[in-house]
């Protein structure tokens, strides 16, 4: 008889184990398989990272350092500091025009010559002009403060711990030329980790959703003399058609890099057919001359992530069966209904369920709005982990009032409390 209660209690043990972990839906990133040296995929809205490998480690970055100088463009045009249509001198210490184009991408420009902000954003976005990079992040740069010390606070500011920086153009310090850090060793090089890197790649895209078209155009244009426009072929879309596909999905851009010490680079905008976009980012994908591995392996960790993971999107505007109403016992409208705040999707892997809880808040004002959030749908997510940038309740979803309500009054609160209480 002991034996048995003792068995009965093991197995109730194990069941309440088992109804634990399954009720755990598991969110947990995809570990990337593919032969790249680091790598991250992260849900472009929410920020939930899907997959990693080595994506907290710091390596070279090479050229998609000039994100971090393109984020500080859209941060001052942004706060009004700067517009794009502001003229920029090319400085002595901007000017390649001396230096192997092929080795060292630059403009057909020279110390002197001005071009607007915009012109200098879109160069170094498509053509990875070095020369467009010195000049904007010396443009921005604070008086009293060195360029590579820009550049550290700009990273500061995103929360890039531990990332290194020593130039705009993502060039080994000695070939920085009058843009070298005198105080660094000559092979110093700026460090990032892939989550860095898509925490750059991320702002970027919410302060400058046209990126996706100006990364996929495939002629860029600037204005030399008010008669001589230089109209440049782009070369990043040229092999995609000739990439293994079989999930459709698109690539929206975003930046390369590439230099012996990061291998061929890519900061990918990549979209699904049913329209969830991600970022991604890998390094040393291959030889640094490669221009087709960078982008295959980008696809490649996609469609990892979707055979093991899959999305539930909450639309904004719609009623949701598990939470149609929130009690408002305070209001004159009671019973509130509500709907989605926010469009919101939230991965988890293919083999678990994802519930949710309701969770009310504690109204205490005189009235209810339209459209004012006062609940909040919960996921019992498990290993679910975002960038340090993304929004509050990554795992939630907000709800919001759909009609207006104000405080019922003294006896209508009273008598609703009495029989609440029974």
Known sequence: MQHTKVIGAIFAMFFLMTTTVSANAVAKPLEIKQDVSSAIVIDASTGQILGEKNSDKLGPIASQSK???????????????????????????????QQDSHM???????????????????????????DSAFALAEYLTP???????????????????????????????????DNKVTSAPDDAVNLASPKHVAIIAREILRLDPDIRELATSTHV????????????????????PYLINPNHLTIEGLKTGSTPESGAAFTGIIKDTSGHEFITVVNGAAGYMDEVQRYQKTLN???EVLADQQAT???????????????????????????????K??????????????VAFNIKGKSVQKGQKIATL???????????NGHDFDNAVALVATQKTVKANFIVRTWRAIVHSY
């Open 143 to 177: 008086k009293k403060m060195t360029t590579a010390q820009a550049l550290q606070s700009w990273a500061e500011e995103l929360q890039l711990t531990k990332s290194k920086w020593y130039n705009s153009a993502g060039q080994v310090n000695q070939d920085a030329f």
């Open 378 to 388: 919960t996921f019992n997510l498990s290993g679910a982990k975002y960038l340090p």
């Open 67 to 97: 994100l971090l100088t393109a984020y500080a463009v859209l941060k001052a045009i942004d706060s009004g500091k700067i517009k794009w249509s502001d003229n920029v001198r090319i400085s002595k210490k901007a000017d390649l025009s």
């Open 301 to 303: 960790i996609v469609n």
């Open 104 to 130: 060292f991408s630059h403009l057909a420009v020279k110390a002197g010559d001005r071009l607007t902000v915009r012109e200098l954003y879109n160069t170094m976005i498509t053509l990875s002009a070095n």
């Open 221 to 240: 244009s600037y204005r030399l003399t008010k008669n001589y426009v230089v109209n440049e072929p782009t070369e990043m879309t040229k092999n995609w």
């Open 313 to 343: 999107t909450f639309t904004k505007g719609t009623v949701l069966p598990q939470a149609k109403q929130v009690e408002l016992p305070r209001m004159k409208q009671p019973h509130m209904p509500v709907t989605v705040a926010q469009t």
């Open 345 to 358: 999707t939230i991965w988890v892997h293919k083999d678990s369920k994802l519930s949710s809880k309701m």
